[in-house]
Structure formats: C-alpha cells, structure tokens
C-alpha cells in the first residue's frame, strides 16, 4: 500500500482566529486549501455558534469546501451523507466543547470507525481542546489542576484511537496540568504525555514526528526510562512519585521524534501575534 | 506472514486448582503441553509463593518446560533472559494480584513490548483475576462493586494492549460488579464489555471468537447498538443511563465473535467439579 497515514494535529485550545490564525491556516494548507475539502465536527459544544464560526474561519482561510456535520446524538453517527463527507474530506477538524461528548456520542458508531480508518489512509484530523483530548486512544476525560501528580487527580477513558503513543492534555500551561498529566501517565508508563498550550498545535506526519506550531509551547513527558511509579501504592489523594522522567518544552519549529524519542529544537516558524 | 495470532486468555480469578484444572489444563493444551514451554510472571503479588505455585501446577499438567520470570522491579524488564523466555515461549501465564503493580512496573518496557510483539507472532497469552484485567488496552485498575452504573465509580487506565475489542471485569458475578463494568462502556460504547465468573476464562482465538470454559459464566456487554449514554452530563456518583445495551450470559461452550458480535449457546465442554 502507498497511502501513508495523515496528519493528527492536537490543538491545545484558543488557538488565535483574528489575525495571522498560525495554526489553523496550516491546518488548511495540508488540507490543500484551495483544492482541499474540511468537515467540521462541534459535537463537543453545545453552542450552536461553535461549528458555524469553525465553518467561517476555514471558509476565510480560501479553503474550497468546507462543511458542518450536525452530529448531536449517536443516532446522527450512522447519516450516509456525513460518512460520504467524511470519505471525501481531505480534513477533518473536531472543536472544543467536552470531550465526554465526542467520546459518549461518536465512539463506537459507524463515523468514529470512518475516522480511525480515513486517518489511516490519509485523512487528516485535527481537535482543539476538547477535540484534542478525544484523539488518542486513551483521553484525559477530566480531572483536578495543580502541579503535583495525586492518586485519583485524573480520569481516563477511551478516547477515537488515532495513535495510542501519546496521551494528550490542554490548556496546559494556563491551567497548570502538569500534575493531573504526569498521574496519568504513572498508571502505565508506555505512552508519552503531551501538554499542549493555548494557540499551540502538535502536528505529528505520517512517520510518527510531531512538529510545533503556534504561540505556545509543548512539554512533552517522554517515560521510556522510568524505573519507578508509585501509582500502585497510593491511596486517596495522596501524591505519586515517579522516577526517571525525560522532559522537552518545544516551541515552534520544535520536533519530537514518537518512535526514536529524540527533540530538536528545529527552526523557527511564523508564531503570528 | 502465515503466522497468527496468539490466543488471548481472561481468566476471572480462582481457578480450580485441585481437581480437574479444566481452565489451567486448556490453557496448557493449547500451549502444547508435552511439548510446550510456559513462562509465568507473578509480578501481580507481592506473596512470593504465588509464582511457585502456578510453575508446580503447569508441570503438575504435564507442561514440558516452565519458567517463572522473576519481575519485581521495571528494571527487571530489560533482563536478556527472560527477554530470551519470552521469544522462545509457547504460552505466558500472569498471576492475579492488584493489577496496577502490572502495568506501573511492565508498561512502556521491553518485557512488555515483547509481550505484544510476540502475542501478533503466536505467543499464547493467559491472566486471571489482575492478570486478566492487565491484557487489554483499556484497564479496570479499581472501582467500587454494585449492579448500579455510576458517575466516577470505575477507574481506567492503559493496560498491556492485546487487544482493544474489550474491556474486562473478573470475579464478576462473585463481587457483583456489572455496574462498574457498565460504567466503564458509559465512557465510550465502543469496546465490549466481558465481565469474567471465578474459575471460568474467555479463550479469544486469532480469528476473534471467544469460547467459555470452566465452571461459571461470563456476561457479554456489547455496546454496538447504544443510542443513549449519559456519562457526559453526569456527577459526582450519580448513577448513569445507557439504552440500547445488548447483554449475553454465556457458560461452558459458550461462543462470541467480537468482529460480528455473534454469540452462540455453543456446545457443552467439561466444567470439571
């Protein structure tokens, strides 16, 4: 097969939608904006505006077709015309709202199977927020801020499943996340923590390398040399320790290798503002 | 590649271990008995007589070769012997215990990524009671027991990722726990719930069909038809709704393919007592 998987692009949340709009304009350009075709999905919010603005903003970006999947209820999941949408979509850009929503409404259904097999063929997907968290297989589904990981601080739950490397959080330096972030990764040090900022994406290509982009930064909690988690000793909102962490704060430009596990600063990229 | 997968074996805790084995024993047959070589890693518990115990009863069926892994620590996971026992094993046995000692000291480690590796090349792989909730993707670590479905009732956490069709509960029926394994599927009705009986196990073979054996039974929650779940919109131990569910109790002989979601009475095996 020649097809290679397509981007997964988790958007840390308030990604900036005014002015020079950095990480939504590159979502569009590998989309192929004028030739390329995005579905938006706001089953996250419950604001009716959400998807409508999302629609606009991609419009405003010279994409050539861009539209709305009113998914509501896991009965709109099995709709031809939105599975026809999603095979024909070069894109697909989920918003932010709650991720409990993406995952109670669209796991399982007939759209969330179209979406993990069209992002293998090439289909690019991007969250923000919510839609970010809702990428990976296993999701941040809520959980308490501050900077100390503690037994029971976070809950987690399947998410799509597009990659199981990494779990995903958000607004991560404006909320402080680190804590409830690094408690989730203590259950099981196999996957590799992603925290995201605020106007600040984590585009990971085909071969598993993720590229920053936008005004924030990305820590990545890489746990290939943890020796020791006290997960499985804690008991109720007591803290955890974990030894042999590996950490990377990447900005724009910054890469990090999945597989390999290796950061490089990279190059610098417009950041807008 | 002609090769297939491994078996995947649930086991829902205390297995007859004094009479007819029928559980021990059909994982020994597949495992080839007198000509098979099976590993045992008692990395669950913290008694140390636990991993004895199981290698005296494979060698009481008849096993050719069995071995205990001795892993205690994630630094034990890079051993080159036990790397070695495992690519040349037959069949992989994982003790009960608390379940989260397996996936804070296996997760993300060599021994555990050989594991899955050789699972998709042949390697057998069989947990009861901690053991058993380990071998998935999605993993109950804890929860509370009662029928009811409740907000924030279960925790989950990445397992060791044999497969992500399931979500499994054991001592299911003896600690009442359908309403924690319910509130698991809440989450995201997309894998199948398998709440597991003591001394009974789900022999999953490489074409996705899973047969009961033993003395009890094993309920089959199958979300593929849910239309409603109300965890997003839920609090603070409240209990859940979910409709649509389809539920299956199915004893010895008893058959479920996870791909077509097909169960079948099947025909009557030895339950042994």
Chains 1, 2 share one sequence.
Not at 55 to 79: A, E, M, N, P
Not at 148 to 171: A, K, S, W, Y
């Amino acid at each position: 097969m020649s097809q290679s998987r397509g981007y997964i692009v988790p958007i840390g949340g308030a990604e900036e939608k005014l002015k020079d709009r950095v990480v939504l304009r590159h979502f569009a350009e590998i989309c192929g904006r004028r030739t390329g075709e995005i579905a938006v999905i706001a089953t996250a919010s419950r604001l009716p505006e959400t998807g409508r603005d999302y629609v606009r903003l991609f419009r405003d970006l010279k994409v050539r077709k861009v539209k709305l999947l009113d998914i509501h209820r896991r009965s709109d999941c099995d709709d031809e015309d939105y599975l026809r949408m999603i095979d024909r979509a070069d894109g697909v850009f989920m918003t932010g709202g709650d991720q409990l929503r993406l995952s109670t409404i669209i796991g399982g259904t007939p759209i969330g199977e179209a979406l993990i097999r069209r992002n293998r063929e090439g289909l690019h997907v991007a969250g923000t927020s919510a839609g970010a968290a809702f990428i990976s297989t296993h999701m941040i589904a809520f959980g308490d801020d501050g900077p100390t990981p503690r037994f029971n601080m976070v809950t987690l739950c399947p998410g799509l499943g597009l990659t199981d490397q990494v779990i995903v959080d958000q607004h991560f330096r404006q909320r402080n996340r680190l804590g409830r972030l690094l408690a989730a990764i203590s259950y099981n040090p196999a996957m590799i923590g992603l925290g995201i900022d605020e106007d600040t994406a984590a585009f990971i290509d085909p071969e598993d390398t993720l590229t920053v982009y936008g005004s924030g930064g990305i820590t990545v909690v890489d746990p290939a040399e943890v020796d020791y988690s006290s997960m499985d000793q804690a008991s109720q909102r007591k803290p955890i320790s974990l030894t042999g962490l590996r950490l990377h704060v990447l900005i724009s430009g910054g890469t990090f290798n999945l597989v390999t596990r290796r950061a490089t600063p990279g190059v610098a990229l417009p950041t807008g503002g």
